[in-house]
């Protein structure tokens, strides 16, 4: 090697060990930068420092701690980017969930400012005032400067605990509000969560549920149906006013009672199968059964009943009733009164004709009596076949007025001997003697002797059965002049009182009242009528009749009846009975032969000359030629009823038109015949009964040819 | 330090202190990470320093990871896995 080289390799060695020393030095830079980065990681990572004793610089190469840091770091980021991702999912979640919110939520700061709200807040609280955040909540909710005292946002605020309010009226909604306040990190209020349920709605809901429930309730208790609801075990759990009215128990006595305590006893039996079929059955069934009061009485009633269900099980049974009982008496009565109605019909059809035969029977009978010398024996027999004839015209009556409720025909009665006669038939054959007691001076009465007649048999039959053992009936009557202040429901007039005592066991007070209703007996085979008949009967005659007594004193029956005010004459023997004659023509028309004949030979012994005719039209021809002749007819005695012809109002009609002052007297069999109790108003001047005795016949035409 | 090589891999930094033991923490946990994360695997560390059961859990937790710390004895048993997705 020369020097030149050995100078070259020197030069380059010198330079080597240049690059060297700077190499070192920034090797040791190197290092310096790299534990000062890595430091200033580990401090964002958390964690203290690198000590040069515990990484050599060969270890802290080696652990290449930047590289490991580095992937920390975006194992972090990652983390934090998922994790926000999760947040904002979360966020989305929680939004969507405050948003669906059917309550208004706010939240406000610590000065009352708005930070959210949800969308039912916006609708129900900000409506057209655009986005609220950032402003005041009174400004924003309330409308009117904060009123701490009343504020709950303030009270949640000051006390840090939650607080609510309910019905708090707010721009023309209620309210109930819950303010809970959120504490941050230093316990202090950081904002307030408000909120706010509409209650507007519910409130009005249940202000209508309460007027439905008044409504039911007062449907319920006022209606006249029964209504009731019995649990599945037969225990009464709700009962309306007019069931507890109608079984005549208080609310909390039937609550005390199951369902077959108030069934009749006779009727437990069907009911209960009713019952359970209704509960084991599903809709509504009818429902028919008796009910039984507190005090014993039935209720008969109807209705419909259906089962109530929870779980798929019967639980309890709900029944609408209708007290049926005077219904179910009236169906009867009516039943019962559609069954006299035909008897009426059939009696109507037949009395016509029996009238006309007692006519008949009754008028030759009177004419035998006649031919016969006034000593013989015969007369008296005849004289009671007479009195039978008219007590059978009378039956006839009763039938009519029992099952029609005929007006009565009046004529002044002499009552006493109608009573006598009445009385004695009565008690044909019993051991119940009678005792009258009628003063001379008695008035007569305005009365339908048959009606009358009727009244007091069957008065005289109920006292006479009151008296099984025997006893004694009292008849009296006295005058009587009821004025206006009289308790007596009459019109102040004159009337004869006729009273009918028996000593019989008496009448129970609490039925006095009753006995004079259709149908009500207290007899096993009494079927309820003679008293309700007696008393439609008085009534007709503008009359009145009462009952008193006390039980174990006997029972008396008073009748009054309006007085003619003319004194009663004195019973003359029917054997000594002088008739009215009379002079005169005489027209009488009947379809009846016989009593065309008989009524015309007993006018013909009272003097009268006497023509006949057998209907309508041939009576008018004759009325006519009578009348051109110059020779009238004084009296035309008219049947009412001619079959196939011109009956007695129709003739009536047509003698009108030929001699306005025509005297026209009717006469039917058809004793109940409105024509024959309203005479007056047909034209006719006068009525004749069917049949009818002489001395009555000719009393009538007497008083109309001398009127 | 000993390398348990078994299918959840144990490591034993007993001796160390902060922070080497954190860096060794976090790179044992980086190569594994895959791993621990899909729930195949979960690391176990054993630290006798108590700052370590502080550093080592925060970073690993800011990094997604569930960890578990428990005493045994004289030392620590930091145990590692992924959080359920």
């Not at chain 1, 430091?39 to 964002?44: E, K």
């Not at chain 1, 400067?145 to 009270?155: A, G, H, V």
């Not at chain 2, 160390?16 to 621990?36: D, G, H, Y």
Request: with cysteine.
């Amino acid at each position: 090697m020369n020097q030149e080289d050995r100078q070259a390799m020197m030069t380059e060695i010198e330079q080597l060990r240049h690059q060297n020393a700077v190499l070192k030095t920034k090797h040791h830079q190197s290092l310096l930068y790299i534990r000062d980065k890595v430091n200033q990681l580990l401090g964002v990572v958390g964690t203290i420092p690198l000590k040069p004793e515990e990484l050599d610089d060969d270890t802290l190469i080696e652990l290449d701690p930047i590289g490991i840091v580095s992937d920390a770091f975006t194992q972090i980021l990652d983390h934090l980017r998922v994790t926000n991702d999760k947040l904002q999912e979360t966020h989305d979640e929680l939004q969507a969930i405050f948003d669906s919110a059917s309550v208004g939520i706010v939240l406000v700061d610590a000065q009352y400012r708005i930070l959210t709200y949800n969308s039912q807040a916006a609708k129900q609280l900000f409506q057209g005032q655009g986005d609220v955040i950032g402003q005041t909540c009174y400004d924003a909710i309330c409308h009117h400067p904060c009123e701490p005292d009343s504020c709950l946002i303030s009270r949640a605020t000051s006390s840090g605990s939650r607080c609510s309010r309910k019905n708090l009226s707010l721009q023309n909604h209620q309210y109930d509000l819950v303010a809970t306040p959120i504490l941050d990190n230093n316990g202090n209020v950081s904002c307030v969560v408000t909120v706010f349920t509409d209650i507007t709605e519910r409130l009005r809901s249940e202000a209508a549920l309460r007027e439905s429930e008044e409504r039911l309730r007062n449907l319920f208790e006022n209606t006249t149906n029964l209504i009731l609801i019995v649990s599945f075990d037969g225990q009464i759990q709700y009962v309306n006013q007019a069931c507890c009215n109608a079984l005549r128990y208080g609310q909390d006595e039937l609550y005390a009672l199951a369902i077959q305590d108030i069934i009749a006893p006779q009727e437990k039996y069907t009911a209960r199968r009713q019952f359970r079929a209704i509960l084991n059955g599903s809709g509504q069934d009818h429902i028919s059964t008796v009910m039984q009061t507190k005090d014993g009485a039935l209720v008969e009633v109807e209705g419909s009943a259906s089962c109530q269900m929870a779980d798929g099980k019967p639980v309890a049974f709900r029944a609408i009733l209708r007290d049926v009982t005077i219904q179910r008496r009236l169906e009867l009565e009516m039943s019962r009164t559609q069954k006299l109605e035909s008897v009426g019909i059939l009696a109507g059809g037949i009395a016509h004709d029996f009238n006309n035969l007692l006519a008949g029977i009754l008028s030759n009978i009177t004419l035998a009596r006649f031919d016969l010398p006034a000593d013989n024996k015969a007369n008296g027999r005849l004289l009671e076949t007479e009195k039978a004839v008219v007590r059978a015209q009378h039956l006839t009556q009763q039938l009519l007025t029992f099952s029609k409720g005929g007006m009565p025909v009046v004529q002044d009665v002499t009552i006493a001997r109608l009573l006598h006669d009445s009385v004695r038939f009565s008690l044909s054959g019993s051991n119940v003697e009678s005792v009258f007691s009628i003063p001379d001076n008695l008035w007569q009465v305005k009365a339908d002797p048959g009606q009358i007649d009727q009244v007091i048999q069957n008065l005289v039959i109920n006292s006479d059965q009151a008296m099984p053992d025997g006893g004694q009936i009292k008849v009296s009557c006295q005058n009587i002049t009821i004025s206006e202040d009289d308790p007596v429901p009459l019109a102040a007039g004159s009337y004869v009182c006729i009273s009918i005592a028996d000593q019989g066991q008496g009448i129970p007070r609490d039925i006095q009242q009753k006995i004079f209703d259709p149908y009500f007996t207290t007899k096993e085979q009494g079927i309820g009528l003679g008293l309700s008949t007696s008393h439609a009967i008085i009534h007709k005659h503008q009359g009145h009749i009462t009952v008193q007594s006390d039980m174990g004193a006997g029972a008396t029956f008073q009748v009054y009846l309006p007085a003619v005010c003319r004194q009663t004459q004195s019973p003359v023997d029917p054997l000594e009975e002088t008739f009215i004659s009379g002079s005169g023509r005489i027209l009488v028309m009947d379809d009846e032969e016989m009593i065309r004949k008989t009524t015309a030979e007993l006018l013909n012994f009272l003097g009268y000359n006497v023509d006949t005719a057998a209907d309508g039209e041939e009576t008018v021809t004759l009325y006519r030629q009578a009348m051109a002749t110059g020779d009238p007819y004084q009296v035309v005695i008219m049947d009412l009823t001619v079959p196939g012809g011109m009956g007695g109002v129709e003739t009536m009609a047509a003698l009108h038109k030929l001699d306005p002052e025509v005297n026209g007297i009717s006469t039917s069999g058809y004793c109940d015949d409105p024509v024959m109790a309203n005479y007056a108003d047909y034209g006719f001047k006068a009525v004749l009964p069917k049949p009818c005795k002489i001395n009555l016949m000719a009393q009538t035409i007497q008083s109309l040819l001398t009127h | 330090m000993t390398f348990d090589q078994s299918e959840n891999p144990q490591f034993d930094i007993r001796g160390q202190i902060c922070p080497s033991s954190l860096l060794v923490a976090l790179r044992e946990v980086n190569k594994r990470q895959q791993e621990i994360k899909a729930g195949r695997q979960h690391l176990i560390l054993l630290t006798d320093n108590r700052d370590a059961t502080t550093t080592i859990p925060e970073a690993l937790i800011n990094m997604g990871y569930n960890v578990s710390v428990a005493k045994e004895g004289s030392y620590y048993v930091i145990t590692v896995t992924g959080q359920p997705v």
